[in-house]
């Protein structure tokens, strides 16, 4: 290494002591390096000097200091970039194989339900939908994502299973046509109802598994959602504002049903909801520069 490349590598840790090493700041510096060493190479092989042509191509840089504190100052990269995290081939594989396997099983008892020559089948294409619904949520539920750590390994089955109970309970509702015995939709309802429970209970004890940087970013935006949060007022005025909406609309919907009949009389809901979005847009989307407690 001559005295030129010494001499730029030292300047440069100069320059960008102190800086935090973003991705955005190391790709820099390792630009600026190959830039300056190519630049020497080319100034020797010209007969310049090594220390001369160290100068001339620091020289032709300009101020380096400046350079990196407008790069340390510049927005960095979407914090999901650095972060991503690819999923394994072997769970897009395993996802791949049981999609098509659930879809073979879902065709399968569609036929069944048209024909019923098939129907024979319905038992073995619900087992296998709903089992290869199942093991797809719990097995995504066990990857790590970009914003997302993995669940563990009894809470992902937990999600599974009742995945394959709600998928049942839908496969025997669906086999019930187009006689709807009794036993079929009993026992769908049941299935469905218990898929709910556990989806609620797991909800609920749900804590968080989201990464540091997706609560952070949550967090940045989480005034979006709480609009009315520091305003009771106007979230009272809102709520108000929506009853009268609506108590006009209805009222007018009869009215004009018992008058002009159903031809025009769903004119008086379309008025409603189109006064509800300028209500929401006025109250949640205020103009810049206006009181917040006015609305």
């Known amino acids: 290494m001559t005295d030129g490349s010494l001499a730029i590598h030292r300047l440069l840790d100069e320059a960008f002591a102190g800086i935090e090493m973003t991705p955005e700041a190391r790709d820099l510096k390792e630009e600026m390096r190959a830039n300056l060493v190519a630049r020497i190479a080319e100034l020797e092989k010209s007969g310049v000097g090594s220390d001369t042509s160290a100068q001339r191509a620091m020289a032709e840089l300009g101020d380096i200091s400046s350079i990196v504190s407008?790069?340390?100052?510049?927005?960095?990269?979407?914090?999901?970039?650095?972060?991503?995290?690819?999923?394994?081939?072997?769970?897009?594989?395993?996802?791949?194989?049981?999609?098509l396997l659930a879809a073979a099983a879902l065709a399968l008892l569609a036929w069944s339900v048209l024909d019923s020559a098939a129907r024979?089948?319905?038992?073995?294409?619900?087992?296998?939908?709903?089992?290869?619904?199942?093991?797809?949520?719990?097995?995504?539920?066990?990857?790590?994502?970009?914003?997302?750590?993995?669940?563990?390994?009894?809470?992902?089955?937990?999600?599974?299973?009742?995945?394959?109970?709600?998928?049942?309970?839908?496969?025997?509702?669906?086999?019930?046509?187009?006689?709807?015995?009794?036993?079929?939709?009993?026992?769908?309802?049941?299935?469905?109802?218990?898929?709910?429970?556990?989806?609620?209970?797991?909800?609920?004890?749900?804590?968080?598994?989201?990464?540091p940087w997706m609560v952070r970013l949550q967090r940045e935006h989480q005034q979006i959602g709480d609009v009315f949060a520091g305003d009771p007022a106007a979230a009272a005025r809102f709520g108000i504002y929506t009853v009268a909406i609506w108590l006009a609309a209805i009222a007018g919907f009869v009215v004009l049903t018992v008058t002009v009949g159903w031809a025009w009389s769903w004119l008086a809901l379309v008025g409603g909801v189109l006064a509800m979005f300028v209500v929401m847009a006025r109250s949640m989307f205020r103009p810049r520069g206006t009181d917040a407690h006015r609305s």
């Open 70 to 99: 407008e790069t340390a100052a510049a927005p960095s990269t979407a914090p999901w970039l650095d972060q991503r995290v690819r999923p394994r081939p072997g769970y897009v594989v395993r996802t791949l194989l049981l999609s």
């Open 120 to 211: 024979g089948w319905q038992p073995l294409a619900v087992a296998v939908l709903a089992l290869a619904g199942g093991v797809i949520v719990a097995d995504a539920l066990r990857q790590e994502t970009t914003s997302s750590y993995p669940l563990p390994t009894a809470r992902a089955a937990g999600y599974g299973t009742a995945a394959t109970v709600a998928l049942a309970g839908a496969g025997c509702v669906a086999a019930a046509y187009p006689r709807w015995p009794v036993g079929l939709l009993v026992t769908g309802g049941v299935l469905l109802l218990a898929a709910a429970v556990a989806f609620t209970w797991l909800g609920v004890t749900q804590t968080n598994r989201h990464k």
